[in-house]
């Protein structure tokens, strides 16, 4: 799909506005949808290997919420979980 819109033949300036707002929208959605997915996949294979090491799967939680929220927050939280266990992994 063409990135740039393009105003089409006979469409008003407030039509055209409209649809690259959508079309803007969708894009970020798509964006947030592709990072969320990806983010998830990358924390899941850190986890398997961390808990294949240590036999912690208590990440498990942590990280099924941070990538289900996708907020700042949940990802800190996921993080300094991520950091513990690290930490504790020689142990």
Known sequence: MNS???RESGESGENFVTRQCDYTLLQ???MAANFRIQFERDMRTVSDRI???S???SLTTAIDQAAQACNPEKIKEMRERLW???RTMGN
């Open 55 to 57: 036999g912690d799967w």
């Open 84 to 86: 513990e266990c690290a």
């Open 28 to 30: 970020n959605y798509r």
């Open 51 to 53: 808990q294949a090491h």
């Open 4 to 6: 740039r819109i393009q």
